[in-house]
């Protein structure tokens, strides 16, 4: 007998969609370059060369922003963000001060997240589920808690059958109208000891001799100090539909009882095992967030079975101040950085694994991964879309843009046959205020370089990006303030 040959999966192929044009250029500066050559030439017939350059000389202003992309954003991108980011810090609006004697009265979350409205649900099964509404954008969206088994010790066929249920998973919801996005997020914090202490309580009797008493409560005193602890959720965002489910959360909540079993089996056949998450623990896990020196007495009252009392317009920070490049909140400061490009080439399924594990020298780190899954018909669109335009970069391109454009017909012609849909990548890293930022954006994009992934900064808008990162219902493609039109 001859012994059955492991084949090693690999993943890679993915792709940036883009219409491409004339030159390399977009579709849309080509068009634009087009009309004004035409719109030259004209004004050389009738009015004269003089005034025909003056007119081609106002045109390539105005179209060189749109030619030049830098950080993945045109000139003009990145100008209407400076704008906005002028005119907010200039009525002070990137500031925020809540609590009990401010012209608020609590502590509401800031920023995107201000006039979301937390429900609670009862599933199919008969769990309890918080549901997080954005009603602007008639956004619903549910946490679901949980906990990873690893693959330690686990053969790779069945850790290849795991990451296969979670692409049928990723396909499945793709297939349902109402999803909007699919947030994945690892949480890195320091251990507070409250687990381990009510652990320990509960193992000490009260007849114990008292040196094995005094000994046990040093050990659960001393063994969480300098270490840190992984927490994990997933979060679906649901967009309402019908009239009913925009203007009664109670109709969308009904529907998504339904269907939350099938996505916690879903997930259990993907090697999670999952519970959706209460009101409570969504109040807990955003008031966390914002406030870390609050995860102490929050983690308390979990242990204890209690009731942490904190509402939802009292989750958010007391102190809140974005910066350029950072945000600072409650005594802590935030960096947020995002995907500028997915890993290069071939990887395996392991390829995130040290940018996600706990980091002693980065203690409190969350890295979301958020997928935007496409209907079928969408996603056969855009990888057609993509193909086409992929093979008119090969044609018109030369030298080393004709290789990558090359390169990229391939992974649009095997993203033709897979149908994948979108993903992205942001990554947060939280400290106390005053920390050394430059040596934490060090450390994270050495993280981030051994996970192949390429990050940037996200100036001018961190507030928005810590928000998304928690996976709470803030999706940035949605809520963006800039016209599509700058975009190429």
């Given at each position: 007998?001859s012994?059955?040959?492991?084949?090693?999966?690999?993943?890679?192929g993915?792709?940036?969609?883009?219409?491409?044009g004339?030159?390399?250029?977009?579709?849309s500066?080509?068009?634009?370059?087009?009309?004004?050559?035409v719109i030259?030439?004209?004004t050389?017939?009738?009015?004269g060369?003089?005034?025909?350059?003056?007119?081609l000389?106002?045109?390539?202003?105005?179209?060189?922003?749109?030619?030049?992309?830098?950080g993945?954003?045109?000139?003009?991108?990145?100008?209407l963000?400076?704008?906005?980011?002028g005119?907010?810090?200039?009525?002070?609006?990137?500031f925020?001060?809540?609590?009990?004697?401010?012209?608020?009265?609590?502590?509401?979350?800031?920023?995107?997240?201000?006039?979301?409205?937390l429900?609670?649900?009862?599933?199919?099964?008969?769990?309890?589920?918080?549901?997080v509404?954005?009603p602007?954008h008639?956004?619903?969206?549910?946490?679901?808690?949980?906990?990873?088994?690893?693959?330690?010790?686990?053969?790779?066929?069945?850790?290849?059958?795991?990451v296969?249920?979670?692409?049928?998973?990723?396909?499945?919801?793709?297939?349902?109208?109402?999803?909007?996005?699919i947030?994945?997020?690892?949480?890195?914090?320091?251990?507070?000891g409250?687990?381990?202490?009510?652990?320990v309580?509960?193992l000490?009797?009260?007849?114990?001799p008292?040196?094995?008493?005094?000994?046990?409560?040093?050990?659960?005193e001393a063994l969480?100090?300098e270490?840190?602890?992984?927490?994990?959720?997933c979060?679906?965002?649901?967009?309402?539909?019908?009239p009913?489910?925009r203007?009664?959360?109670?109709?969308?909540?009904?529907?998504i009882?339904?269907?939350?079993?099938?996505?916690?089996a879903a997930?259990a056949?993907?090697?999670?095992?999952?519970?959706?998450?209460?009101?409570?623990?969504?109040?807990?896990?955003?008031?966390?967030?914002?406030d870390?020196?609050a995860e102490?007495?929050?983690?308390?009252?979990?242990?204890?079975g209690?009731?942490?009392?904190?509402?939802?317009?009292?989750?958010?920070p007391?102190?809140?101040?974005?910066?350029?490049?950072?945000?600072?909140?409650?005594g802590?400061?935030?960096?947020?950085w995002?995907?500028?490009?997915?890993?290069?080439?071939?990887v395996?399924e392991?390829?995130?694994?040290?940018l996600?594990?706990p980091?002693?020298?980065v203690q409190?780190?969350?890295?979301a991964?958020?997928?935007?899954?496409?209907s079928?018909?969408d996603?056969?669109?855009?990888?057609?879309d993509?193909?086409?335009n992929?093979?008119?970069?090969?044609q018109?391109?030369?030298?080393?843009?004709?290789?990558?454009?090359s390169m990229?017909v391939?992974?649009?012609e095997?993203?033709?046959?897979?149908q994948?849909?979108g993903?992205g990548?942001l990554?947060?890293?939280?400290?106390?205020?005053?920390?050394?930022?430059?040596?934490?954006?060090?450390?994270?994009?050495?993280?981030s370089?051994q996970?192949r992934?390429?990050?940037?900064?996200?100036?001018?808008y961190?507030?928005?990006?810590f928000s998304?990162a928690?996976?709470?219902g803030?999706?940035?493609?949605?809520?963006v303030s800039?016209?599509?039109?700058v975009a190429?």
């Open positions: 007998m012994a059955t040959e492991q084949v090693e999966r690999t993943y890679g993915w792709t940036k969609p883009r219409k491409e004339m030159w390399g250029l977009g579709w500066v080509s068009v634009a370059a087009f009309g004004g050559v030259a030439l004209l050389v017939m009738f009015a060369l003089v005034p025909a350059v003056i007119v000389a106002i045109e390539i202003v105005v179209l060189a922003p749109l030619a030049h992309s830098r993945g954003r045109t000139g003009y991108e990145r100008g963000l400076m704008i906005n980011w005119r907010t810090w200039w009525k002070r609006e990137t925020y001060m809540a609590g009990t004697f401010s012209r608020l009265g609590s502590a509401k979350l800031p920023g995107l997240m201000a006039n979301s409205k429900y609670e649900g009862i599933d199919a099964a008969g769990y309890r589920f918080g549901m509404h954005m602007a008639h956004l619903y969206t549910v946490l679901i808690r949980t906990w990873p088994q690893g693959a330690r010790a686990v053969d790779q066929d069945r850790v290849d059958e795991w296969a249920s979670w692409s049928q998973l990723l396909a499945t919801l793709g297939e349902k109208p109402d999803v909007e996005a947030t994945a997020v690892v949480d890195s914090l320091p251990e507070t409250n687990r381990l202490a009510s652990e309580n509960r000490t009797l009260d007849t114990a008292a040196p094995a008493r005094q000994m046990m409560a040093q050990l659960a969480p100090s270490s840190v602890r992984t927490e994990s959720w979060s679906v965002s649901f967009k309402a539909t019908t009913a489910r203007k009664d959360p109670a109709e969308q909540a009904e529907e009882g339904r269907r939350l079993p099938l996505i916690v997930l056949d993907a090697g999670v095992r999952a519970r959706p998450m209460t009101g409570e623990e969504v109040i807990a896990l955003m008031r966390r967030a914002w870390p020196a102490a007495d929050l983690e308390a009252a979990a242990e204890a209690e009731s942490h009392g904190v509402t939802w317009d009292d989750a958010g007391i102190h809140h101040d974005q910066k350029l490049d950072r945000l600072l909140h409650d802590t400061v935030s960096v947020t995002e995907m500028d490009g997915a890993p290069e080439g071939v395996r392991r390829v995130l694994q040290r996600i594990a980091n002693e020298q409190r780190k969350r890295v991964i958020i997928y935007r899954p496409h079928s018909g996603a056969a669109q855009i990888v057609d993509d193909y086409k992929a093979l008119v970069a090969e018109t391109q030369r030298g080393v843009g004709s290789a990558t454009a990229r391939e992974s649009t095997q993203a033709r046959k897979e994948a849909g993903h990548t990554v947060t890293v939280t400290e106390r205020a005053g920390a050394d930022v430059p040596a934490l954006e060090a450390i994270t994009k050495d993280l370089s996970a992934l390429k990050i940037r900064r996200c100036y001018r961190q507030a928005a990006a998304a928690l996976g709470a803030v999706l940035l493609p949605e809520m800039l016209p599509r039109v190429e």
